[in-house]
C-alpha cells in the first residue's frame, strides 16, 4: 500500500508534503545537541545510550548509482524493488535545479512520490552541475567569492526543492581545502558560506545534514563539531553520517560511530568499504560488519532514509538496486536477533587526498 502524505500550499503555490519525522526522541540520560548534561562539549562523551526498542530502519537508494535511468525510471524501479525512498541528487539528468520550471517540475516529482510511496532526501554531490570541468566545483570553500556564491545557491535552491517535496533533510559537504589556503582561513571561510543556507533552512524548516568527506576540509565526526561550536550551534544543522566513510577513516568504528553521532543525525549513507581506501563499494565487498552497524542505528531511534550510495555503479544501477535491499533487510535482522560488538579497528590509516565518489 502506498504511503500517502498530506499536503498544503505555499506562499508561492506550491503543494508541500509534509515530512516524516527524522529527528529521533533522546533517549534517557543522552546529552542535548550541543552539549552534555553537564554543560560542556559531547563530542568526544560517551556514545549516547539505546533505546530499549529498536526502530525499523527505512531504506532508500540514491539516484546517483541510478545516473543512466530517466529519473521516473528510477522512482518506478525503487518502488517496484520495495525500498522505502529515495536518496535524490539534484543533477542535470535528475530533476536539474538550473533547467527552467523548476517549480512546475517539482511539483509533478511531489506527486510522482506521493503515487509511488517513496520518501526523498535532497543530495546535492552532483559532480558537474555548477561546473562542466571541474568535479564537485566550485566548493563553499573556493577563494573566489563568486565562486562560493554559486554553491550557495544551489545548496539554497536544494533547501526550496527539498521543502517541497516534503524531504526530511540536504545533504552537503564542505569540499576540498584549496592549495595555499591555511585552515584559520578555511574553517571561517566554510562557516560564513553555510550561515545563508542555514538562514534558507529555518525558513523552509528544512534540517541542513552535513557530511564529513575523505580528503574535504570537513573529514570527520571531530570536523563536523568544530562547525558546528562555530556556528553556535544553529538547531538546523544536523549530520550526514556516511557508514563507509566511518570505516575508512574514523578512529571508532562504525557501530560506536553511529551511537556518538546520533543526537545530530539527520540523513545517513551505507555501502561497503575498506580501512583507509575511500572507495564505496557494493555490500559484501568491503570490511564492514553490518547486523552491528544496523542494530545500532535502529537502536538510536533514528527515522528518516538509510540511503545505498553507488555513485561509481550506475553501469549497473538496477542490479545493485536489486541486491542491495535483501542484504540491508537481512542484516539488520541478523542484529535485531544478536546483536555483536565490534572491536576497535586501531588508529586511522592515510587518507586519501579528495574524494573518489
Not at 560488538?341 to 586511522?348: K, L
Amino acid at each position: 500500500m502506498n504511503r500517502r502524505r498530506a499536503t498544503h500550499t505555499s506562499p508561492t503555490g506550491v503543494r508541500h508534503r509534509s515530512r516524516p519525522t527524522a529527528v529521533p526522541p533522546r533517549p534517557t540520560g543522552s546529552p542535548r545537541p550541543g552539549g552534555s548534561p553537564h554543560g560542556t562539549s559531547t563530542e568526544h562523551a560517551t556514545p549516547v545510550s539505546e533505546t530499549p526498542f529498536a526502530h525499523p530502519l527505512r531504506f532508500g537508494y540514491g539516484t546517483n548509482g541510478l545516473a543512466d535511468l530517466r529519473l521516473d525510471d528510477a522512482l518506478a524501479l525503487l518502488a517496484d524493488l520495495g525500498y522505502a525512498g529515495v536518496g535524490l541528487t539534484l543533477d542535470h539528468m535528475h530533476l536539474d535545479p538550473y533547467a527552467p520550471d523548476l517549480s512546475a517540475r517539482t511539483e509533478r516529482l511531489a506527486q510522482r512520490l506521493d503515487t509511488l510511496g517513496l520518501d526523498v532526501t535532497v543530495e546535492t554531490g552532483a559532480r558537474y552541475v555548477l561546473d562542466p570541468r571541474r568535479k564537485h566545483g566550485p566548493s563553499l570553500l573556493d577563494p573566489d567569492p563568486d565562486d562560493r556564491a554559486r554553491r550557495i545557491d544551489l545548496l539554497i535552491r536544494a533547501v526550496r526543492v527539498a521543502a517541497d517535496l516534503g524531504a526530511h533533510a540536504v545533504h552537503c559537504f564542505s569540499g576540498t581545502t584549496p592549495p595555499g589556503t591555511a585552515p584559520d582561513t578555511a574553517w571561517p571561510r566554510l562557516a560564513d558560506a553555510l550561515t545563508p543556507v542555514l538562514d534558507a533552512a529555518a525558513t523552509a524548516g528544512v534540517p541542513l545534514a552535513v557530511e564529513p568527506e575523505p580528503g574535504h576540509l570537513l573529514a570527520t565526526l571531530s570536523d563536523f563539531h568544530r562547525l558546528r561550536r562555530t556556528l553556535g550551534d544553529p538547531d538546523l544543522l544536523g549530520l550526514t553520517l556516511d557508514i563507509g566513510h566511518c570505516q575508512c577513516l574514523e578512529p571508532l568504528p562504525p557501530a560506536d560511530c553511529v551511537r556518538a553521532a546520533a543526537p545530530w543525525l539527520r540523513h545517513v549513507q551505507i555501502e561497503d568499504m575498506r580501512r583507509g581506501v575511500h572507495e564505496h563499494l557494493p555490500f559484501g565487498d568491503g570490511e564492514i560488519d553490518f547486523p552491528p552497524v544496523l542494530a545500532a542505528l535502529s537502536a538510536t531511534g533514528y527515522q528518516g532514509l538509510t540511503v545505498v550510495e553507488l555513485p561509481r555503479h550506475s553501469h549497473a544501477g538496477p542490479h545493485f538496486a536489486e541486491l542491495s535491499l535483501p542484504f540491508l533487510r537481512t542484516a539488520e535482522a541478523a542484529g535485531t536477533r544478536s546483536p555483536r560488538p565490534v572491536p576497535p579497528h586501531g588508529d586511522p590509516s592515510a587518507t586519501p587526498e579528495g574524494s573518489t565518489s
